[in-house]
């Protein structure tokens, strides 16, 4: 079994930063991939960025150039540092992991991001 506990959200003003962290723990073997996804009320959930095991790294257009996605290999955690934020990128923010190229993901719990003045 894998858990993920997913921190680092908040309130933040327009323009302002976050930093979310992810750490995996449990029976894991290797880890293909962790990364982040978001779902705003009534929207569906939707990729924010991932990062594989060889450090390659994937971003949606909306977030690129202004957030960065890292991964700490020794201590099973993946990082998301969120910049210039905007009131668009308000949502719970969940962290996920993939043992496999066709492997189900497994979720953290969801951390609130929310961006207003």
């Known amino acids: 079994q894998v858990q993920l506990e997913d921190s680092g959200g908040g309130l933040v003003q327009p323009g302002g930063s976050l930093r979310l962290s992810c750490a995996a723990s449990g029976s894991i073997f290797s880890i293909y991939a962790m990364g982040w996804f978001c779902q705003a009320p009534g929207k569906q959930r939707e990729l924010v960025a991932t990062?594989?095991?060889?450090?390659?790294?994937n971003y949606a257009d909306s977030v690129k150039g202004r957030f960065t996605i890292s991964r700490d290999n020794a201590k099973n955690t993946v990082y998301l540092q969120m910049n210039s934020l905007k009131p668009e990128d308000t949502a719970v923010y969940y962290c996920?992991?993939?043992?496999?190229?066709?492997?189900?993901?497994?979720w953290g719990q969801g951390t609130q991001v929310t961006v207003s003045s």
């Open positions: 996920y992991l993939r043992t496999g190229p066709y492997s189900e993901r497994y």
């Open positions: 990062i594989t095991k060889n450090g390659g790294t």
